[in-house]
């Protein structure tokens, strides 16, 4: 496919797992909707909430936070969209990788992966767990299926999630 045949969704989702850069995720959001998705959805894991609560998710205007399966958003099934899993903590990236989806964050993101609407990856972990041999083998996995893995940064005190503007950069070719 070329970069003209590119598919565009007017329906994007943020799925946020609990890592401390979850903080970042209104911000990420507003991004989105600046991308001019016409529906954005937030989906907090289960450990989100220990880190950021659900308001902060909810004031950003135009955003939808969803935590069940049965919210009207996403039934009966979750609209195709581009999905956006950042920040994704160790245990999301490997839950992910190896098929998990025990909340609806993870289901809505192995959905998209079988089939075969965009997922991106922005991993948030320390330097020991980025250099676990499991986080190793679930980022090859997942780049191998085709998810697209916006490499985390290092501003001289370890890596970090890559910075708003490289997530949206990847997320970009696919509004619309």
């Excluded at 016409?38 to 939808?64: E, H, K, Q």
């Excluded at 191998?144 to 290092?154: E, L, M, R």
Aim: charged share 15%; proline share 9%; glycine share 8%.
């Amino acid at each position: 496919m070329s970069a003209n045949d590119t598919e565009h969704f007017t329906v994007a989702y943020l799925i946020v797992s609990g890592t401390t850069t979850a903080a970042r995720s209104p911000e990420i959001l507003r991004g989105l909707r600046g991308l001019g998705f016409a529906t954005v959805i937030a989906l907090p894991t289960p450990n989100a909430a220990r880190v950021i609560a659900s308001r902060d998710l909810a004031d950003v205007a135009g955003a939808r936070v969803v935590e069940s399966y049965f919210d009207a958003a996403i039934r009966p099934r979750p609209p195709r969209g581009v999905v956006l899993f950042a920040p994704c903590s160790f245990n999301s990236l490997n839950k992910l990788a190896h098929g998990i989806a025990d909340s609806l964050a993870l289901s809505v993101a192995a959905e998209a992966i079988g089939r075969g609407t965009p997922v991106i990856v922005g991993p948030s972990l320390n330097q020991p767990l980025l250099d676990h041999p499991a986080a190793r083998a679930s980022l090859a996995t997942l780049a191998s299926w085709g998810v697209v893995v916006v490499p985390q940064v290092n501003a001289g005190d370890g890596p970090r999630l890559a910075p708003t503007e490289h997530l949206l950069d990847a997320v970009r070719p696919f509004a619309g």
